[in-house]
């Protein structure tokens, strides 16, 4: 059941920081960010990567996750990269995000399928989830947007990855379609988690807490 059930705390645990801390300047983002990005690429290179180049193509395989990687970047056209970090909503606007919704939800719900067989890349999701549900949550309290618009966005948001692995577990895909829908996955993750990693550098200097969280989140990744 935790494959179900920790994406959506990760959801409620975001919301609940937004709530305390009011502003993402009160809380180091960058360094929950850099955690985050860390753990879920190196658990993707420790448990995705590997039996997707096992048992596809290899070919095909990185064509796959190029695809992936394209679909991200098409997404983030309509998200504006929330799903790493950047959250634009005017506090003037009204009209309801669609975009940003749809995008996020599409996201969610492709993130949800490699836990159908890897449990462990559910900690992968709880860990990202966390710092970015925590940033939207920000954005849509500073809003106009009414408190049922909110509450529903985010309750649908923390229902999609679950809801991607409910698929998963129960449409019976064939070995090979699993495989790469996985390896479009991994090309998401691939996108997202480097993006993180680049963005939270501070003008490419050495920053030593950002440094021990990467190594943290690696090796975390690694001992799970």
């Known amino acids: 059941m935790n494959k179900f059930i920790l994406p959506i705390v990760a959801v409620i645990l975001g919301v609940l920081i937004a709530t305390i ?8 983002m960058k360094l929950m960010l850099s955690f985050s990005g860390a753990f879920l690429l190196a658990l993707t290179l420790f448990e995705l990567l590997p039996e997707v180049y096992e048992y596809l193509p290899s070919k095909q395989t990185g064509l796959l996750i190029m695809c992936g990687i394209l679909l ?17 909503i005017h506090k003037q606007e009204t009209a309801f995000p669609w975009m940003l919704f749809v995008s996020l939800c ?31 949550s920000m954005f849509l309290f500073q809003s106009s947007f ?21 698929i998963s577990n129960t449409t019976h895909l064939s070995e090979t379609v699993t495989l790469s829908i996985n390896a479009v996955v991994i090309g998401i993750f691939f996108h997202i988690s480097t993006t993180i990693l680049f963005e939270s550098s501070d003008g490419h200097k050495f920053n030593m807490s ?9 090796g975390m990744a690694y001992l799970i």
């Open 21 to 28: 801390t009011k502003s993402k300047k009160s809380w180091n």
């Open 72 to 88: 991200q970047i098409t997404l983030e056209l309509f998200s504006k990269g929330a799903e790493h970090g950047h959250v634009h």
């Open 106 to 136: 599409l996201h969610s719900l492709l993130e949800g399928f490699p836990i159908h067989e890897h449990n462990d890349m559910v900690y992968g999701v709880l860990i990202h989830k966390i710092p970015i549900a925590a940033l939207i």
């Open 146 to 166: 009414s408190k049922s618009k909110i509450t529903i966005f985010l309750i649908l948001f923390a229902f999609m990855t679950p809801l991607g692995t409910l």
């Open 210 to 218: 950002k440094f021990v969280a990467i190594i943290l989140g690696v």
